[in-house]
């Protein structure tokens, strides 16, 4: 199914200091999707990345991943093992299914 979201990033803030580097991102991307981040240095795109992969926990917002029985489910903010765990295929066509 195409239209089977398999990444939701809610209201994703991070700031250090005063300096807000993401301020509510919202991001659904969809099986079959390409996703892009463009931004000028400091845009906080690898801000982004480092919250989506475990290495920043966010000051708000949350992350949800499609889960093996086909369900939106939580991520584990803050654990990059467990961001490792989501992209992990184990050959169950719920994650990779054309």
């Keep these: 199914m195409k239209n089977t979201r398999v ?3 809610k209201n994703l ?3 250090f200091g005063t300096v807000v580097a993401n301020n509510s991102v919202n991001i659904d991307l969809y099986r ?3 996703l892009s981040l463009l931004g000028e240095n400091g845009a906080g795109k690898t801000t982004l990345m480092n919250m989506l992969f475990g290495h920043y926990v966010p000051d708000n917002g949350s992350i949800d991943v499609l889960g093996e029985d086909g369900k939106m489910e939580p991520l584990t903010l803050g654990h990059p093992q467990a961001s490792l765990d ?3 295929w184990n050959g169950s066509p719920a994650f990779y299914s054309g």
Excluded: C, F, N, Q
Aim: charged share 25%; aromatic share 8%.
């Design 7 to 9: 990444l939701s990033l």
């Design 13 to 15: 803030s991070k700031r």
């Design 32 to 34: 079959g999707e390409v």
């Design 86 to 88: 989501a992209g992990y």
